[in-house]
């Protein structure tokens, strides 16, 4: 497999039956992800080529407790990929440099966190959204206000919205999701 030589962004579309819409997957990223689809593979190609961020999801709940029962269910049920619980016990506010946090997620597929662990991260640039495939807001209804789930989306996924870069998936889960009798429209979009 060839390493990146400086091709721009293709749309993943690897044949009819596998789409990604929404991800620009490099020429090179959609040739390994083929690649894996059909056996197993090495890769082997320089740091910070992007093959080990081809695909991030960020996983939020409201509770370090609700992290905790979510990171237990993910482990369990994907093995296969590497997963990373990020609470205030790992000393998260310390990590002040870019190296420290691209070493805690260096092959992680699947973090899982409190929004106010990810607000912190987008907001001194140490996380990007355009490296995320996948945003789960679980407790969705939190999303309101001044609350970090809100701001996470007001400040570093709405403004983008319309420009042309990456941007992740959102998936919101509820029990709740009617808060007000008087939600509009234009409120619930």
């Known amino acids: 497999m060839e390493p990146p030589n400086g091709s721009g962004d293709v749309d993943a579309s690897l044949d009819s039956n596998v789409e990604f819409p929404g991800i620009r997957l490099r020429a090179y990223q959609a040739e390994m992800l083929e690649a894996s689809l059909q056996a197993n593979i090495i890769v082997a190609s320089d740091t910070g080529s992007g093959k080990t961020h081809m695909f991030l999801i960020w996983f939020l709940a409201p509770t370090v407790t609700l992290c905790e029962q979510q990171f237990s269910v993910f482990r369990s049920n994907l093995p296969a990929y590497e997963t990373q619980l990020l609470t205030g016990n790992d000393d998260v506010d310390h990590w002040t440099d870019q190296t420290t946090w691209d070493a805690v997620l260096a092959n992680v597929r699947i973090v899982l966190s409190t929004h106010m662990i990810l607000l912190d991260a987008l907001t001194h640039g140490f ?63």
């Open 127 to 189: 996380v990007k959204m355009s490296k995320l495939a996948l945003l789960i807001f679980d407790e969705a209804h939190h999303c309101t206000k001044k609350h970090p789930a809100n701001l996470i989306m007001a400040n570093f996924y709405l403004p983008k919205l319309h420009e042309d870069v990456d941007l992740p998936m959102i998936l919101g889960l509820s029990a709740s999701p009617v808060m007000k009798a008087k939600a509009s429209d234009e409120a619930l979009e």
